[in-house]
């Protein structure tokens, strides 16, 4: 590593653990904050959820663990590529990275197909390090599109998505006082909800239909069942965001300290709000049209 490197403190001593090694632990120290009063633990998880989404759960597990106020992360030498640097002394967050080996096929089989002659097989994991934004210094990051309050367009992609799916979505005075409820393969919305609320019924309802259609490993209980979609409800509102209060305080007492529940429910939370989210993502299309308009509007001023 060069002397530049060297201004952040890595600690490389430790020797790397697997990623059900990482969770577990994660999973454990989480039971141990919750049933000694801190509640806000489980946020901590949640809100790095929203956050990180792009992430494995070992690794956002790790993060907030570590550094829970971290809000924006990147390796040393991303950083520098952003026009930032880490500051002296800096210790790094660590995080497991995949080693991505080559299988090589026989002659035989290559010629067979010579555009798929060599696979890429995970080999295993290796630490590395991350660095929060607030651990460097430099030029100014461009601000990413947040919504505050209001979904925006991103209730419409969420709509598009959900059907998308196959799940036909209705609106239904008939189901008050419920917000949303799920048939599976159907969804019924209470109209009149504001903006948000909305948003966060139909993420809610969605979750339903991804996490709670199919068999668990685990049997789930229909208050467990509940929790985990708004929990999904939760991370997917702070991703875009939405003001969504706080994550439920009485989360761990639904599993009775049982660490496989927990972990399992983490994991299906994560990955469904990360599945959500991706859909959430404005097409190049958008993305090309909104230039345009910005564009014009500044050509017309």
């Not at 998880?45 to 990180?52: H, K, T, V």
């Not at 790094?92 to 097989?121: S, Y």
Request: net charge negative; glycine share 6%; with cysteine.
């Amino acid at each position: 590593m060069s002397t530049t490197a060297n201004t952040a403190t890595l600690e490389t001593k430790e020797q790397p653990k697997t990623a059900r090694e990482v969770i577990a632990e994660n999973v454990q120290l989480l039971i141990e904050q919750l049933e000694a009063g801190r509640s806000e633990a489980l946020t901590g998880y949640l809100n790095a959820m929203s956050r990180f989404h792009n992430y494995s759960l070992g690794n956002i597990l790790e993060i907030a663990r570590q550094r829970p106020d971290a809000t924006r992360v990147a390796g040393f030498w991303t950083w520098k590529n952003l026009g930032r640097s880490v500051k002296k002394g800096e210790k790094g967050i660590r995080i497991l990275a995949p080693i991505i080996g080559v299988h090589r096929k026989k002659d035989a089989e290559a010629e067979k197909d010579v555009t798929k002659q060599n696979t890429a097989v995970l080999c295993g994991f290796r630490s590395t390090y991350v660095f929060d934004v607030s651990q460097t210094d430099g030029a100014d990051l461009p601000d990413m599109h947040q919504v505050s309050g209001d979904p925006g367009e991103t209730s419409e992609r969420l709509a598009a998505f959900v059907r998308t799916r196959g799940i036909t979505l209705v609106y239904n005075p008939n189901i008050s006082p419920a917000l949303g409820m799920s048939y599976g393969g159907r969804i019924a919305i209470l109209p009149g909800q504001s903006k948000a609320e909305e948003f966060s019924t139909l993420v809610h309802e969605t979750a339903h239909e991804l996490l709670h259609k199919a068999e668990r490993r685990t049997a789930t209980t229909k208050t467990v069942r509940e929790t985990e979609a708004e929990a999904v409800a939760f991370v997917v509102g702070k991703a875009v965001g939405l003001v969504t209060g706080t994550a439920s305080a009485d989360y761990i007492h639904l599993y009775h300290g049982n660490a496989s529940l927990l972990a399992e429910s983490l994991e299906v939370i994560q990955k469904t709000a990360a599945v959500i989210l991706a859909a959430l993502e404005p097409t190049l299309e958008e993305e090309n049209d909104t230039a345009a308009t910005d564009e014009f509007t500044e050509v017309a001023a």
